[in-house]
């Protein structure tokens, strides 16, 4: 057996330095281990012969490059070449654009943990609107200064509640400052600056590229265009097809249908949404479908990988009593549960379900805030189909801002800037969302596997998880441990699970 490490990420800075050039040189593309990569398949020389070969010809492996890639349509080739990319001075917007993509790595400053200076980006839309950016400096500082007023009002409520400045140690001043920032960043409009480290491999830069270029917000379409001119200089043999997609939505598609909601929302989910702040919302979830006999399904493909045959009919497919939605409460499947229970007895905590669980889905209406929504992205296994930020659903307001006394302070903020918003909509169309905050709601269709819901449950139930995202979280698993009671117990948070097992 020989395995060796061939390539890794390497700081660019860092290699000019020591090599004394200014520029890209060729020889320093990942280009030359993506050629080899190619041939190995069709070739009798060892790979060491391959890399070789191509790094001594670089023109020749971005030639072999282009053809195996784009003419022979083997892309992921280009998945063996990968880019660290340093973003920063742009929009908190503009970031949830960059991190829809789901086959890259992202590591964004914390709004939770740093306390946000003033930098705010401009969008194209309002500069290129005569009068208009004063104004939107205007609105966007002032929720600036209210976000500053509020830390401040609740770092001092929670200094009151643990017993004043003498009672506290440098571990619980550090947890209060913490938490007065998580909370009060809801008032921070989404054209707060901020920076991102971007991890992803050349076709996956493609795919990114393509879909950024093509976006309405000018901002975004910039960010494609950097990222490309960035990757073509190391690596122009495997970065091509950049041109965004261009299609018109037919008008029919939407059309009212029999059985719209037309108020976007019962008023059961309504009155649910409301918040102790009495003027906000909750986070929100609604289970609108699962997979029908859950428990079976998953019984069936634990046996399936031992060798068994599978069950005719499959679970869920025999009949249309079994494939009415998500139905009501189910009873327990014995064999399920002994082999779910002896599972996560014997599994660690940091350890996956089994990629049998992936056989039952969930698909779950969520309504949540901006700040929610920038973790719930985070799981981006799932699928996440987001509607727009809508100012009119109402904002969350986090509970420690109603218990410290600040909501008037906070709701008369969002007031401010709202007026604005209304204003611009229909002159800037979505360039009018930088005046959104983190507050802010939009709905979304999240589907997932009960995987994956286990990993969400580990995550985001711990008691270190923030709030609403616990909130939220739990609401999913209650609804999903309704359908399958067997799971009840397991879909609990890290702490929860230590103490189990």
Known sequence: MKITLVGANL??????????????????????????????????????ELRSEARDNVDKARRSNRTIVFEMGHSSIAEHATFNFDLEGVSRLAIEAVEHSRLASYTERSQRYVLIGKDIVVPDEIRSQPGLEPLFLEAVEGLHRSYRSLVEGLVEHHVRQAGGDAALDRSLRRDI???????ARYLLPLATAGQLGLTLN????????RRLKGHPLGEVRRIGERLEEEALAVTPSLVRHTEPWTWEEPVEAFAPVAGQREDRGTASELERGRAVAGEGRAPYARLLFSTPSPGEALLAGVRFE???????????????????GSGGPVPRNPGFQAVADAWFAGAGVHAPAPRSFELVDFLFELTCSAACFGQLKRHRMATTLAGPYEADLGPVVPPSVVVAGLQEEFLSALQSSRRLLDELRPVIGPGADYLLVNAHCRRTLFKTNLRELVHIARLRLDRHAQWEIRDLAAQMCRLAAGRLPEM????????????MC
């Not at 660019?12 to 398949?41: G, K, M, N």
């Not at 009840?488 to 103490?499: E, P, Q, V």
């Open 177 to 183: 400052d913490t938490s007065a920032r998580e909370d």
């Open 488 to 499: 009840k117990r397991w879909l609990c948070g890290k702490d929860a699970f230590r103490s």
């Open 202 to 209: 050349a076709r996956s830069l493609e795919n990114m590229v």
């Open 11 to 48: 700081e660019l800075e860092q290699v000019r330095r020591a090599l004394d050039v200014p520029t890209h040189r060729p020889d320093l593309s990942p280009e030359p281990i993506a050629a080899a990569y190619a041939r190995i398949s069709r070739s009798e020389k060892s790979v060491d």
């Open 306 to 324: 031992r060798g068994l045959p599978p069950p005719e009919p499959w679970p869920g497919t025999g009949g249309p009593e079994e494939s009415e």
